[in-house]
T-cell receptor, first 115, second 113 residues
Framework: AQSVTQLDSHVSVSEGTPVLLRCNYS??????LFWYVQHPNKGLQLLLK??????LVKGINGFEAEFKKSETSFHLTKPSAHMSDAAEYFC?????????????FGQGTELSVKP | KAGVTQTPRYLIKTRGQQVTLSCSPI?????VSWYQQTPGQGLQFLFE???????NKGNFPGRFSGRQFSNSRFEMNVSTLELGDSALYLC????????????FGPGTRLTVT
């Protein structure tokens, strides 16, 4: 079965330093992968998506992610953290034979940004 | 254009009662999905409707049911509420012809006492 594992439940960085949020996926095929962000008391917002067109995917707010099949990883990065990046981030996969509408979420990584 | 809207934003109910949550998808989107978010279980898929028909269902009991109207507006009903139903319920919509990214509403926070 397809799944995603977020390797860190909490990451803390200082403002202006790089951000790395790690995600490994489990799939026997080339999956569709996403990163979503959830700010407190808000819904989920799509940051970026990978659908096999390019291994390096650029998203909103300066985030990007690289799909590495050899490592089964899809880590999210940002060169310089901003205070407004503090939120919870979810790595998401669409399961195989999905008949529509079902996303599988990782457990989430809470990002804290210190001034 | 307007995003996904959910009403109400907050609800407090008593165990044993039933509750109805509403969702209006983005105009033109025909697929509506629901997720339950709790601290312990994270985000779990409840079900998805496409053009008023249930297309996919998660591992939740029959107490959770849904209905999609012809204008794509959606109502989720939870009967015989249990304490464990306390959660943030998120509605998401998409165009729906194929699995793709979904657009989420702000959620309804349900507290069962």
């Amino acid at each position: 079965a397809q799944s995603v594992t977020q390797l860190d439940s909490h990451v803390s960085v200082s403002e202006g330093t790089p951000v790395l949020l790690r995600c490994n996926y489990s799939s026997s095929y080339s999956p569709s992968l996403f990163w979503y962000v959830q700010h407190p008391n808000k819904g989920l917002q799509l940051l970026l998506k990978y659908t096999s067109a390019a291994t390096l995917v650029k998203g909103i707010n300066g985030f990007e992610a690289e799909f590495k099949k050899s490592e089964t990883s899809f880590h999210l990065t940002k060169p310089s953290a901003h205070m407004s990046d503090a939120a919870e981030y979810f790595c998401v996969v669409i399961p195989l034979y999905n008949q529509g509408g079902k996303l599988i979420f990782g457990q989430g990584t809470e990002l804290s940004v210190k001034p | 254009k307007a995003g996904v809207t959910q009403t109400p934003r907050y609800l407090i109910k008593t165990r044993g009662q039933q509750v109805t949550l509403s969702c209006s998808p983005i105009s033109g989107h025909r697929s509506v999905s629901w997720y339950q978010q709790t601290p312990g279980q994270g985000l779990q898929f409840l079900f998805e409707y496409f053009s008023e028909t249930q297309r996919n269902k998660g591992n939740f009991p029959g107490r959770f049911s849904g209905r999609q109207f012809s204008n794509s507006r959606f109502e989720m009903n939870v009967s015989t509420l249990e304490l464990g139903d306390s959660a943030l319920y998120l509605c998401a919509s998409s165009w729906g012809t194929r699995p793709d990214e979904q657009y989420f509403g702000p959620g309804t926070r349900l507290t069962v006492t």
